[in-house]
């Protein structure tokens, strides 16, 4: 009887895109249009590396060094920063713009923290190889005798560091070294299979991962808390069909940033998820959203502290 993990064991979900709810979480991810775009650029050549070729002839004939040195990066995003950035949400959305960009399907398949597994001798290492495996498997399905992809895999690994912390931590335990070798060996094995597949790593801590993954990154974005440009976009959108005065909306923007002798502001979580939540209910059920009680709101609740690595 063969002891092979089932794939529900491995990933949380299978997510075909594209798919309109994805879609519409992607739009709502407001004010990292810099991000998408820069996302949707990387996977959609990692993912179809027939497109990079197709673009070069045309624009580029001859330029087969540059092609190799794109072609050759390892299948490996990561997306880093504090919590409530928008990172994981993007993560979870960006295949729908992938998928719509490329015109191919994509499968979104996150991996579950399960495959930690229970501490047992050997057990990470085969689940993470499990899950390389199956990434691998389904990618191969998608490559046509072309050379094309008929579809595209985003392995998507969500709080990357509890399984691929660094190894030059000398309290590490064997078991997780071992598996952070499996883990490195499996996006290699992406990377030499040469499939339409990706593997995007989300964390809160950039400097706890393994120093040989962040070397193998094809790109490494850092989220950060919004600025004051991006809380007006988020701000403006929710509030403009109540006649918010500019006035009104610029002090709202000041009170969701550092204030308070605080050095942080509101994440974008806390501005959709808490705020204009907060401001809706605080209206609710007597009378209409009025300027200055959302700025009695705004400056009623607090941000969300930030997430504080720890180098000792």
Known sequence: ???????????????????????????????????????????????????????????????EHLLDAILTRPPLVVVAGDVGSGKTEL???????????????????????????????GEMTRLISAAFDATLEEARKLKSSSGSARGAVILLVDEADALAQSRENAQMHHEDRAGVNAFIRGVDRIANARVPAAV??????????????????????????????????ILSDALASMSFPDAAIEALVAATGPRDGLDYGYTFSDLIQRLLPAIALDAYPDHPIRPEQALVVARRLFPTPPFREDHA
Do not use: Y
Request: with cysteine; charged share 30%.
């Open 91 to 121: 993560a979870e959305t960006i295949g729908d713009a992938v998928a719509r960009k490329e015109k191919i399907d994509v499968v979104l398949l996150p991996l579950s923290l399960s495959t930690r597994g229970q501490g047992r001798v």
């Open 200 to 233: 995007i790593m989300c964390t809160n801590r950039l400097g706890s991962l393994d120093p040989a993954l962040r070397r193998r990154a094809a790109d490494i974005l850092v989220f950060h808390r919004p600025d004051p440009d991006q809380r007006r976009i």
């Open 1 to 63: 009887m063969s002891d092979a993990p089932d794939l529900d064991d491995l990933f949380d979900q299978r997510i075909d895109l594209p798919d309109s709810t994805a879609r519409d979480r992607f739009a709502r991810l407001v004010g990292l249009d810099d991000f998408k775009s820069r996302l949707t650029k990387i996977l959609g050549l990692l993912v179809n590396l027939e497109g990079l070729r197709t673009w070069a002839a045309h624009h580029h004939p001859g330029a």
